[in-house]
């Protein structure tokens, strides 16, 4: 099964500053991969996710993230960070097919004005 | 289109106590998932359904965890009796069609339990 480990449980940037949360992943087979964002108080959002279409994946918010096969790494960015883009972000991965993904632990993003 | 509904948003309990939560997914979405996320922890999956048939549930504590998916919609997920370390945020997702782990999930708001 596919696994995902996240480097940072605890990312700080100052508003303004560009936004790096890394995720690294082990599959023998071509994963599919998401990362997601949790606000306190609220539901898991999508923010994007990579099926092997293209490996520079945008989602929402003016996050992105880049699939590298020979790093297993598909680390999110955003080169500007906003307030409210504190929360909590997870990478998931999938092995493809019909197979439950996996949760990473967490990275919590910290913005000071 | 309505999200994914999830009742009660808190809920505390004594040990020993059962306890149950209800989930409704978003309409026509076939998987329904129940997750379980401690504290300082990325969520961890109990269970999940593809329409009123389970199809995984290798992490679900059967000895005291229970759930259901009758008529291939909504879902309650029981504890019997409750433990401390059952504290935990409870996650409802469900997706469409559901068959691959490409398949994007759609949360619900979550229920905070505190076993006390």
């Known amino acids: 099964a596919q696994s995902v480990t996240q480097l940072d449980s605890h990312v700080s940037v100052s508003e303004g500053t560009p936004v790096l949360l890394r995720c690294n992943y082990s599959s023998s087979y071509s994963p599919s991969l998401f990362w997601y964002v949790q606000h306190p108080n609220k539901g898991l959002q999508l923010l994007l996710k990579?099926?092997?279409?293209?490996?520079l994946v945008k989602g929402i918010n003016g996050f992105e993230a880049e699939f590298k096969k020979s790093e297993t790494s598909f680390h999110l960015t955003k080169p500007s960070a906003h307030m409210s883009d504190a929360a909590e972000y997870f990478c998931?991965?999938?092995?493809?097919?019909?197979?439950?993904?996996?949760f990473g632990i967490g990275t919590k993003l910290q913005v000071i004005p | 289109e309505a999200g994914v509904a999830q009742s009660p948003r808190y809920k505390i309990i004594e040990k020993r106590q059962s306890v149950a939560f209800w989930c409704n997914p978003i309409s026509g979405h076939a998987t329904l998932y129940w997750y379980q996320q401690i504290l300082g922890q990325g969520p961890k999956l109990l269970i999940q359904?593809?329409?009123?048939?389970?199809?995984?549930d290798s992490q679900l504590p059967k000895d005291r965890f229970s759930a259901e998916r009758l008529k291939g919609v909504d879902s309650t997920l029981k504890i019997q009796p409750a433990k401390l370390e059952d504290s935990a945020v409870y996650l409802c997702a469900s997706s469409y069609p559901g068959r691959a782990s490409t398949d994007t999930q759609y949360f619900g708001p979550g229920t905070r339990l505190t076993v006390l």
């Open positions: 998931v991965g999938g092995s493809g097919g019909y197979q439950k993904v996996t």
């Open positions: 359904f593809q329409n009123n048939g389970v199809v995984d």
């Open positions: 990579y099926t092997s279409a293209a490996t």
